[in-house]
Nanobody, 109 residues
């Protein structure tokens, strides 16, 4: 049975930082990562990492966000710095074609 446990979301001021975590069980971890969906917009790709730790980022977050894996390599992290209001949204963890329920990140003054 596939299970995702996402944590670390919340509210932060512009310029602040947050670190999201996602513990995944019951699914192949070859390709994992994060998408996000802002209010009124379509879900968009954020970043991904493979089991060989090859990383990829969208242009919108490159240089500000860092994806990594830890623990027994079934935990996916997203370290987010220099956050802007445009980063506000629900962040979804994925592993292969399975998805978490999402976690809210709000960036506002």
């Amino acid at each position: 049975q596939v299970e995702f446990v996402e944590s670390g979301g919340g509210s932060v001021q512009p310029g602040g930082s947050l670190k999201l975590s996602c513990v995944v069980t019951g699914v192949n971890m070859y390709a994992t990562g994060w998408y996000r969906q802002a209010p009124g917009k379509e879900r968009e790709y954020v970043a991904s990492i493979t089991d060989t730790t090859w990383e990829d980022y969208s242009e919108a977050v490159k240089g500000r966000f860092t994806i990594s894996r830890g623990g027994t390599r079934n935990t996916i992290y997203l370290s987010m710095t220099n956050l802007t209001p445009e980063d506000t949204g629900v962040y979804y963890c994925f592993a292969m074609d399975s998805w978490g329920k999402g976690i809210l990140v709000t960036v506002a003054s």
